[in-house]
């Protein structure tokens, strides 16, 4: 076991124990060990193409890993599919924003809400006491969820005629309608500015704390990575090079050979 | 229409349907004021509203391809014309209905398993590939009829009881509405949309898109069943032909000119196709040819369906 | 439906041939299909209706030619088969021209259903009295009369010669397609659009090639077609049209070997399940059916290519 569980305290929630995967010749992620505890906050960070959503879309089953075991409360992935993985309690947000497009602010997040839903088919068609009672339950806990991150104003506007900066918030918002035990973030503060960025991480230390969850978050603002995360692991061409607290990473000779020296004078 | 259904998610929309199914037997009661012709025609159009609202849940809301909903047509037709030929002589007509409204139901409950069929394809095809299952479903369904002698084979059914009149087409019609409406406003029906609109955002949020898409196939072909009975019930004469490919192209169009995913649209498109080719009719010669040019400057000019929101509906 | 066997069909030289003989021309079909959907990924609904049209447009000039050439003779099939090819690429050029370049940014289910319209138009304007009118005409004879005997079989000219004619024109597609300039810039139409049209080739052009080329061959499908069956009709073409469509996804859409390959496999098929005493009225069920199962193997085909969205 790496130094996750140690370093947290808790339990751990996610694990990933010398995962490969291979597209045909290419091996883009290779014999990864990375574990991220109960209530921790974790980066993963490194240069384009080094495997970091790869290994996002392995934890989620997107992808099966070719070699190796990926496991989430102690209990392997097996071929679970994504869904599954939701149900179990692992939410993603996406590099490229996945929003549904036909669908107001308020639909976006009910619609992850439905993961917990008692009720289905038939009462949706008979829309009796109950099921009136249950979706006004639902819609209530949106609300609570978009008040929280300042949406509730925008419930009725298409998801996708929101400003870059919300949309990127009403994704981790719908994240959490499902309840997850690890938020996993890909690239949240892609196209933000400054300010925005500041009160994404003021925001995601806010997430964790407030849910009690456990974040993995993939970022290339390093500021923003090294200000939030408690242990940061680094891949290059799909290795894990490093792994250790902000400092200790900041400080590491191969990682700022790799990586950190150019971004660091750049930022 | 669609924010009757989004308030309070309660009795209220049932309220409606209820209203509604009242005022459509107040109408047939008095249809035999309505010229005879004329009343055929809006029979048919409640069928085409059933059909094109059906087809609207699996290609609309949830973004699949289905060019097989002439197949389960068929099967509802063909079902339910062998029932009610089968027991319908022997009953004393104050029980005509019941066997009429059970006919249907086994016709849609048919169909329904032929969608189901039809369904699980979608487990590993897209686009169009699934289009391209689902129009050889429909047409492995018509060849079987061909030949099975106890459906008549290349002649078909026929003397079938002409039992479809105003009050059956429109309150099955209103039941469809109501039902897909429900089912896209619900919480739970949601899902359809979601997986039309990013299939893995959707599976990331803990929605199975396979569960929702056999869903959306056996909930579509079920009400296409049930619009074959009465099909089957107006023409009172059908055969394999007349569930070919081209059948489910039409509703295809109906659906594409109301506007993917939007009921409401949807079923005045149903309607005007219907009315289309009786005022067409001085010139039948050229009234099909009229109809194809009209889908033609459609998609030239107006993608989006007559009444269609937005430019959606991209994906195949 | 059209039965066009005068002959016992239980030899198995026979139907071999005749397999042949009916794969290579749903074959000539699918490459259409096939060609299509990968420079513009979408189904040309209304590919079936340039074989139809391919098919009168020999039906009327073969006469007039015949007066030149004299009889029924091989000369006279392959001059009415050139002039009908080059009638349905204009025609197939016209028709993407004219319904299709104005959609070109627009989702693919437009275009799709646009196909379906112009499908329809064809085939009720073909109808029309003043037209073609509806009923089915005789096709004029190309070949002289007569079978070849050969090992106790019957083998009729036209089934014979439909495989080697097939060949040839495989070999010049191939030629086209692998080795010139225009073939370079089809693949790469293909391969990316926008990628193509940077390296400076003209999109349009090729697209507009492309439909001349499926056309071209649907024509001469066309017309083999109707040499071995009893006479043509509006409608003719959607039968093999469907058959040759399936045949293309069978082999995996976007991919020529594999329409030859759907193609040769569902006309072998069709033939010998014709064959079998009971079986003979499902060949189209069997067809479809054949269809559906590999999709569920290989859901892009026998020689597509998934394509993995990327998250």
Known sequence: MSAAAQNSGGGTVLELERVTIRFGGLTAVSEVDLAVGEGELVGLIGPNGAGKTT????????????????????????????????????????????????????????????????????????????????????????????????????????????????????????????????LLLDEPAAGMNPTEKAALAQLIVEVQQRFGISVLLVE????????????????????????????????????????LGKEASDA | MEK??????????????????????VVSAFSGMINRYYLGVLVEAGVNVTLAVSLNLINGYTGQFSLGHGGFMAVGAYLA????????PALPPALQPVLFAGALLCGGMGAALAGLLVGVP??????????????????????????????????????????????????????TVYVVLALVHSTYGRGFLAVNDDEIAASAMGINPVRYKVTAFVVGAFFAGVAGGLFAHLKRAINPEGFNFMRSIDVVVMVILGGMGNTAGVVVAAVLLTLLPELLRGFSEYRMIVYSLLIITLMLLRPQGLFGRSSKGGRL | MLSFDPFELNHPVQQFINGLALGSIYALIALGYTMVYGVLRFINFAHADVLMLGAYAAAFVAPVLAGFLGGPSLLLLFATV???????????????????????????????????????????????????????????????????????????????LIPVVTVLLLAGLWVLVQRTRMGMAMRAVSFNQNAASLMGVNNNRIISFTFGLGSALAAVAGVLYSVRSSGIDPLMGIRPGLIAFSAAVVGGIGDLGGAVLGGLLLGMLETYAGGVEGLSNYRDAISFGMLVVILLFRPAGLLGRAQVEKV
Not at chain 1, 77 to 95: C, W
Not at chain 1, 131 to 151: P, Q, T, Y
């Open chain 2, 4 to 25: 009757l259904m989004n308030n309070g998610g309660s009795n209220g929309a049932k309220r409606w349907l209820l209203l509604g199914l009242v005022l459509v037997a």
């Open chain 2, 81 to 88: 014309a062998k029932l009610t030929l089968l027991f319908g």
């Open chain 1, 220 to 259: 290339h603002d390093m500021r923003l990575v090294m200000s939030v995360c408690q242990r940061i692991a680094v891949l290059e061409y799909g290795r894990k090079i490093a792994e250790g607290t902000p400092q200790q990473i900041q400080k590491n000779p191969q990682v700022i050979a790799a990586y």
């Open chain 2, 122 to 175: 979608s487990l590993r095809l897209r686009g169009d590939y699934l289009a391209v299952v689902t129009l050889a479903f429909g047409e492995i369904i018509r060849v079987v009829f061909q030949n099975s002698p106890a459906f008549g084979a290349a002649t078909g059914l026929s003397g079938i009881a002409p039992w479809t009149n105003f009050f059956w087409s429109w309150s099955v019609a209103l039941v």
């Open chain 1, 55 to 182: 290994v996002f879309n392995l934890v989620t089953g997107v992808y099966q890993p070719t070699e190796g075991r990926i496991s989430f409360d102690r209990k392997p992935h097996g071929r679970l599919r994504p869904h599954d993985l939701t149900r179990r309690g692992i939410a993603r947000t996406f590099q490229n924003i996945r929003l549904f497009g036909s669908m107001s602010v308020f639909d976006n997040v009910r619609v992850a809400m439905q993961l917990h839903r008692r009720f289905g088919f038939g009462e949706a068609l008979w829309r009796g006491r109950l099921a009136a009672k249950a979706e006004g339950d639902v819609a209530g806990r949106v609300m609570e969820l978009l008040e929280i991150f300042n949406l509730g104003r925008v419930r009725d506007e298409l998801a996708t005629s929101l400003p870059y900066g919300d949309q990127r918030r009403l994704e981790i918002v719908r994240a959490l309608a499902t309840r997850p035990r690890l």
């Open chain 3, 82 to 160: 050139l002039v009908a090819a080059v009638v349905c690429a204009g025609i197939g050029m016209l028709i993407e021209a004219l319904a299709y370049r104005p959609l070109r940014a627009r989702p693919k289910l437009t275009v799709l259903i646009t196909a379906i319209g112009v499908s329809l138009f064809i085939e009720f304007t073909a109808q029309h009295p003043a037209v073609f009118g509806a009923k089915t005409r005789p096709f004029p004879q190309l070949l002289p009369a007569g079978n070849l005997e050969f090992a106790g079989a019957t083998l009729s000219r036209v089934d014979l």
